[in-house]
Antibody
Framework: EVQLVESGGGLVQPGGSLRLSCVGT????????MNWVRQAPGKGLEWVAY????????YYADSVKGRFTISRDNAKNSLTLQMNSLRAEDTAVYYC????????????WGQGTLVKVSS | QSALTQEASVSGTVGQRVTLSCTGH????????VVWFQQISHGVPKTVIF??SLASGIPDRFSGSKSGTTASLTISALQPEDEADYYC???????????FGGGTKVTVL
């Protein structure tokens, strides 16, 4: 069974930093692209960042470019999102997501971790 | 403003056929497969359709299609448990971004 478990969310002040982690089990982690997708309270889904299976290709949403860094450690089946210079508008549930579904592969979601940016 | 456009809401009675649409452009839907997600009461999104395939565990009353730059999700016989928000998504090569629609709220009357 595919499982994605996020951790690292919490309350942080504006301008602060937070590091989210995700561990994937039940599949060959190193063979799959990974993403972070977030959902602000009462809002829709917003893609944040993408990393290819071997970390050769990385993309970011314009809203987080220059502030967030996505990385992965295939030896540990883990995905990380380093978030710096956090703003109130970054408040959201952050999901670790396997694949984008465009290559005939199903998309799997973690349970999400809440990040709240507030003073 | 989302790169993909969805109806804000759709409603129907039990057993009714409903269709949700997702309109994009040549650089996204016109090029890549579309994925549909179901989110019940702001819980964890669940994959319903990816490309032409029904996700595991999803009833076969759900189906997806695409024509040009518009994708559709059809529920052939609406059930009370189908009440949820539905999001379409795909890759956009011009933006180098995974884009989502704004979501359609399906209400069962």
């Amino acid at each position: 069974e595919v499982q994605l478990v996020e951790s690292g969310g919490g309350l942080v002040q504006p301008g602060g930093s937070l590091r989210l982690s995700c561990v994937g089990t039940g599949f060959t982690f190193s063979s799959h692209e990974m993403n972070w997708v977030r959902q602000a309270p009462g809002k829709g889904l917003e893609w944040v960042a993408y990393i290819s299976s071997r970390a050769e290709t990385i993309y970011y949403a314009d809203s987080v470019k220059g502030r967030f860094t996505i990385s992965r450690d295939n030896a540990k089946n883990s995905l990380t999102l380093q978030m710096n210079s956090l703003r109130a508008e970054d408040t959201a549930v952050y999901y670790c997501v396997r694949d984008r579904g465009i290559a005939a592969r199903p998309v799997y979601w973690g349970q999400g971790t809440l990040v709240k940016v507030s003073s | 403003q989302s790169a993909l456009t969805q109806e804000a809401s759709v409603s129907g009675t039990v057993g009714q056929r409903v269709t949700l649409s997702c309109t994009g452009h040549g650089n996204n839907i016109g090029t890549y497969a579309v994925v549909w997600f179901q989110q019940i009461s702001h819980g964890v999104p669940k994959t319903v359709i990816f490309g032409n395939s029904l996700a595991s565990g999803i009833p076969d009353r759900f189906s997806g299609s695409k024509s040009g730059t518009t994708a559709s999700l059809t529920i052939s016989a609406l059930q009370p448990e189908d009440e949820a928000d539905y999001y379409c998504s795909t890759w956009d090569y011009s933006l180098s971004a995974w884009v989502f629609g704004g979501g359609t709220k399906v209400t069962v009357l």
